[in-house]
């Protein structure tokens, strides 16, 4: 399993692979938004959204210098926790049949939003940063596989922030 799914420098297409499967079965559960969307007829819209949000994103990540968002990481997974955090507050202790309640769902919405906007930025930094690291190592066949180049999981980190775009847009939109 860790063969396959760490990056392999003989065939790191196989464990490329790997991952993207882990991510089409993620994708089949935002099976829900994709009824939400279908019932309000919007679709079309959120994942036009959705391509516009993620191109945008990842040509501002990739026209930066590299390195420029590495330190974003720490700061990233401490709003992510704080923001889940917030969210469960809400769901147990806060009332959910009053009109407030949408527009708390609203506003949970937009800050994740803008939440993942900034981890899809993060993560193609980071993976633009290993393929940069790869470069640099080369055919050395005396490193530590540790500090190979993990594009698996820099690819995850990208699926599943456009995952939560999706989401997020779906609830934007209804």
Not at 3 to 8: A, D, E, K, R
Not at 84 to 100: C, K, R
């Amino acid at each position: 399993m860790v063969c396959v799914m760490g990056t392999m420098r003989s065939d790191p297409m196989v464990s490329h692979i790997w991952w993207v499967g882990l991510i089409g079965l993620l994708a089949n559960q935002t099976y829900v938004w994709y009824l939400v969307n279908r019932s309000n007829q919007s679709s079309a819209k959120v994942l036009g959204q959705l391509f516009v949000v993620g191109a945008v994103l990842t040509v501002g990540a990739f026209g930066s210098t590299q390195g420029t968002y590495a330190g974003w990481g720490v700061l990233l997974l401490g709003a992510l926790v704080g923001f889940i955090g917030i969210e469960l507050i809400d769901y147990f202790l806060l009332s959910h049949d009053d009109e407030g309640a949408y527009y708390r769902l609203q506003g949970y919405s937009f800050v994740g939003l803008l939440l993942f906007a900034c981890f899809l930025v993060y993560d193609t930094d980071v993976l633009r940063g290993n393929a940069s690291k790869l470069a640099r190592l080369g055919d050395q066949t005396h490193c530590d596989p540790r500090d190979l180049a993990n594009y698996p999981a820099a690819s995850l980190g990208i699926g599943l922030d456009l995952l939560n775009l999706y989401g997020n847009l779906t609830v934007q939109n209804n």
